[in-house]
């Protein structure tokens, strides 16, 4: 495992980090803003770390009709989602807590979602110190709040911490947090987002 030297807490964005789901995310919100907004291609990309509740309030609002069958058909989604490790995670993670630094999924995700998570995985919450998920933020990624948040929660200032992050949202969150900041290369090309890094993976395995 590569010495990551002060950090005294590795904090895990979900989606795209600890699982490699970000290309069912694409398909299922490519669908629906090809169907709500085809004035916008591509729009499914720019939501990525954004809240459920940030994307409506921000391209559907004041349309609960819209709202409520987004989230009908999200929920039905996850519900048969694959919740596949991305390479190298789960060795990575319990090395880590081997070596005493304390571990966070910090996610946009909310509570519902993560019920099919832990449907999927029943050993995911003992992986983890604490779970933050959209619930405990006031704001969303790119805000460091969630970060912030999650730092403050084990007692340690943010430069003891490490953020992995995908989007371009969560790592633009990792570095306003003044942390350092790991970039995983599984939903955007590493050149793509490196100039957000500290440093570029393409998984685990290279940790």
């Known amino acids: 495992m590569t010495s990551l030297g002060h950090i005294r807490a590795a904090l895990f ?7 490699d789901t970000e290309s069912q995310y694409t398909e ?6 090809r169907l709500y907004h085809p004035e916008s ?3 499914e990309h720019k939501i990525k770390g954004q809240t459920l509740v940030q994307i409506f309030d921000r391209y559907f609002s ?3 009709d819209i709202q409520a069958e987004i989230t009908r058909k999200l929920d039905e989604f996850e519900r048969g989602m694959r ?3 991305v390479p190298g995670f789960v060795d990575y993670v319990t090395a880590l807590r081997a070596e005493g ?3 966070a999924v910090v996610t946009s995700s909310n509570g519902e979602k993560m019920k099919s998570v832990y449907a999927a995985h029943a050993e995911f919450k003992q992986m983890f110190d604490a779970i ?3 619930e405990y933020f006031e704001r969303s990624k790119p805000d460091p709040d969630c970060y912030l948040k999650a730092a403050a929660l084990f007692g340690l200032e943010p430069g003891c911490c490490v953020v ?3 989007s371009f949202n969560g790592l633009k969150a990792g570095r306003a947090a003044g942390m350092t900041v790991v970039g995983l290369a599984t939903t955007n090309p590493a050149e793509a987002i490196r100039p957000y890094c500290d440093r570029v993976i393409s998984d685990f395995s290279e940790m």
Do not use: A, H, I, N
């Open 101 to 103: 630094v304390k571990t």
């Open 132 to 134: 933050l998920t959209s």
């Open 83 to 85: 919740f596949e490790y």
């Open 164 to 166: 992995f992050e995908d």
């Open 62 to 64: 004041g349309r609960p």
């Open 41 to 43: 291609p591509g729009l």
């Open 28 to 33: 299922f919100w490519g669908g629906q803003c």
């Open 13 to 19: 964005d979900l989606d795209g980090v600890v699982f």
